[in-house]
């Protein structure tokens, strides 16, 4: 039986990096940049499923309580929910989507009128 904390720790790893360092699905593995050197290659895979994060240019593994203090992300008692999101107010008018070169998203543009602008990076 998986705890519910163990649960939580891994799907916040995996949201923040599919959120902020660009990661690729690859079946149950996330490629992405290496958080541990400076990276310009997706030289590192986190697999969710089994808490393991591997770097295959330093050919080393790392726990996830060391993944997760990385990316600063603070641990949450899985007795705590979380909180819900409100919907906007408004919705935009106008959506622009700014592609990296490769093609996977770089940032939002939402346009609401009256005329202003919001943006959301990935």
Not at 33 to 40: E, R
Not at 75 to 82: E, G, I, L, T, Y
Request: charged fraction near 25%; hydrophobic fraction near 30%; glycine fraction near 2%.
């Amino acid at each position: 039986m998986i705890s519910d904390q163990w649960r939580a720790e891994r799907e916040a790893i995996s949201l923040r990096l599919r959120t902020r360092h660009r990661a690729r699905a690859r079946g149950e593995w996330l490629d992405h940049h290496c958080l541990f050197h400076d990276d310009h290659h997706r030289s590192a895979s986190w697999n969710e499923t089994t808490g393991t994060y591997y770097c295959r240019t330093e050919d080393r593994t790392w726990t996830p309580p060391e993944v997760t203090e990385r990316l600063f992300l603070v641990s949450v008692p899985a007795s705590q929910p979380r909180p819900q999101r409100s919907l906007p107010a408004t919705v935009p008018t106008a959506v622009y989507t700014y592609l990296w070169p490769d093609g996977t998203p770089s940032h939002l543009k939402l346009r609401y009128e009256p005329k202003r602008f919001l943006q959301s990076f990935f």
